[in-house]
């Protein structure tokens, strides 16, 4: 029976990683095919020029007003700066200076969408409605990931990432290339759902300016003379609304020292290396007339990917320790309750409630909700996956060992039939996969019931000393776990609630949330009358009125309860014993 259970949570964990990774579906191209498309790519990308063929003039007026005042005037024509405007950046361009031309970073913050009806509105129209984009006015959260690649041209670095808008009834994940200048600390990028080919063409034809123009083409044009070949032909995507965003970068430290002195009339520089990022972002699609911009005075909040890396590898190690001292505890208990008299004061619902818990945390590890993007991901999620399921085997082993010497009728009667089984593991296997749904639906979407059902998903999973506490009152028993396993197991199941809604350093990136607190208070208090039913008795909150006869010795039980079974079999063990002794001791006299 344990065995079936055990495949059965690995394949529903195996299935829940393949659905989250991409499939290369992409056609066959022959290689003349491949070659004709891309001497006409090549063609086309050397014909482009400013301003002829950009299409940053195209933009919205009220777009492409926020777009210049966002840009500075490093990377926007002449004619639209004066000397004000260049002493409005000289803040951010040193902050910029200070930080070097590394700009891998990661990016969390929130956006709004707006609907504008540009020069190509009626383009936009057609497309919008096929591809669906945010509604107006909706919000929700943005995650970027940003990596650089170097090049050739001086004080630029190429860009490429992800970019991931989620909002209620809404969700896209775009790939990112872009251009980053680090003298103004700005950079602009195009993003689609799947990168092709076009995709440099159309980064070009967004630049701001004829000198980003020219430098975003040479930059471009040396890297895929040797890396054309990596880019998906258009017509083998799936397309949807592609953006043009630009950003500009700063310093948390210098955004902090502006405020503090802008009363007194000066701006502090930062000198040091700053540990947090800022953005600014506005990304534009023009194939479906819609704008989604950071709101004014709410910058995306980011650290650099080495700090990020830092932070993914200590957090695995805490994960690793965690799970290995879950497991140690519960060897120890599995030790401290090995015979049927010990398993039947152990409520099998709190491993089984334990269970369900680990594997949703295990989801959230391997989903967009704790887990690490980049390359760290798929190292962590292997890593995660080996720890929680060599926690689980043994929890999971432990759980219906317990079961079966508290309802043997139920066993036996499911080795002839399926009432057993479905009794058993429908109910169990249903929970497992409403937790699952759960934390994807938090994790992956902005539904609003993820708010929610998540926090009565984590109300109902860390109630798991309830049954326990249940079972030591209705039979009168006490100290079936052992003091160390119930304060180490609830500890350590908290370490990750905690850290994801208390931890202001951690990957998720969320606020705190008091609400984590109060579900601390709550496991504590289950702890605290676990432990007065050991120091009171398991009925000390139950009236005297409601408190059935007490037997000064041990009750007279039905014989079909589970000590009495047990207590039948030792006795069947133990006359068969002594059987054979008689037998031994009549053959060794007969011999003498």
């Known amino acids: 029976m344990n065995r079936p259970l055990l495949y059965y949570i690995a394949l529903l964990i195996l299935i829940n990683i393949w659905l989250s990774w991409d499939n290369d579906d992409s056609p066959y191209h022959s290689p003349d095919e491949r070659a ?54 000289k803040e951010n361009n040193a902050a910029a200076a200070a930080r070097g031309s590394d700009i891998s970073s990661v990016f969390h913050g929130t956006w709004v969408a707006e609907h504008h009806d540009g020069s190509k509105a009626a383009h936009g129209d057609s497309r919008r409605g096929q591809f669906g984009r945010p509604a107006n006015g909706a919000s929700g959260r943005l995650a970027m990931e940003l990596q650089t690649i170097e090049s050739t041209v001086s004080g630029t670095q190429l860009l490429y990432g992800t970019v991931q808008i989620l909002a209620r009834g809404f969700s896209e994940k775009l790939s990112m290339h872009g251009m980053y200048w680090s003298e103004s600390d700005t950079a602009v990028l195009y993003g689609v759902r799947q990168m092709h080919a076009q995709a440099p063409v159309s980064l070009v034809r967004a630049m701001p300016s ?82 989604v911009a950071t709101p004014h005075g709410r910058p995306l909040s980011g650290i650099t990917a080495n700090t ?33 008299a010990g398993m039947s004061k152990i409520s099998p619902y709190t491993l089984a409630m334990q269970i369900i818990l680990g594997c949703c945390i295990f989801v959230a590890h391997v989903s967009g909700g704790m887990a690490p993007s980049g390359d760290a991901q798929l190292a962590f999620t292997g890593a995660s996956f080996v720890v929680f399921t060599l926690s689980t085997m043994f929890a999971v082993y432990y759980m219906m060992s317990v079961w079966h010497v508290q309802h043997p009728a139920e066993t036996q009667e499911s080795a002839d039939g399926y009432r057993g089984v479905l009794k058993t593991y429908v109910p169990f296997y249903a929970s497992i996969a409403a937790g699952v749904l759960i ?26 000393w ?47 949330s008091p609400f984590v607190w109060a579900l601390v208070v709550y496991s504590l208090a289950q702890v605290a009358v676990l432990a007065l039913q050991d120091l009171l008795g398991p009925r000390f909150f139950v009236p005297v009125s409601m408190l059935p006869e007490v037997y000064n010795y041990h009750p007279l039980l039905p014989p079909d309860d589970e000590e009495s079974l047990a207590d039948a079999e030792n006795e ?21």
């Open 36 to 89: 004709a498309y891309e001497r006409q790519w090549w063609a086309s990308f050397r014909s482009l020029e400013y301003p002829t063929n950009s299409t940053y003039a195209q933009l919205p007026k009220k777009v492409r007003s926020a777009v210049d005042k966002l840009m500075g005037p490093s990377l926007l024509p002449s004619n639209q700066t004066d000397a004000k405007t260049n002493d409005k950046y």
């Open 210 to 291: 004829n000198e980003s123009f020219v430098q975003a083409k040479v930059a471009y044009g040396e890297r895929l003379a040797e890396r054309l070949a990596d880019y998906r032909m258009p017509a083998d995507v799936a397309r949807a609304c592609e953006y043009h965003l630009y950003m500009r970068f700063s310093s948390a430290e210098l955004a902090l020292s502006a405020s503090s002195a802008d009363s007194a009339g000066s701006v502090q520089m930062a000198h040091r290396r700053p540990s947090g990022l800022l953005a600014q972002t506005i990304m534009y699609s023009s194939d479906c007339s819609v704008s």
């Open 308 to 340: 990020y890396q830092k932070r993914a590898s200590h957090y695995l190690r805490l994960v690793f320790a965690a799970m290995l001292a879950e497991l140690l505890l519960l060897v120890g208990q599995m030790r401290h309750a090995p015979t049927h």
């Open 439 to 464: 934390v994807n639906l938090y994790t992956e979407t902005m539904h609003a019931l993820a708010g929610p059902l998540m926090a009565l998903l984590l109300a109902t999973a860390y109630s798991f």
């Open 466 to 512: 309830v049954p326990q506490i249940w079972r030591n009152a209705k039979r009168g028993t006490s100290r079936g776990l052992r003091k160390d396993y119930i304060l180490g197991t609830t500890a350590l199941y908290l370490l990750f609630p905690l850290y994801a809604f208390a931890c202001p350093q951690s990957l998720t990136f969320n606020q705190p």
């Open 572 to 592: 069947a063990e133990n006359e068969a014993e002594d059987e054979d002794e008689a037998e031994d001791g009549a053959e060794s006299n007969g011999e003498g």
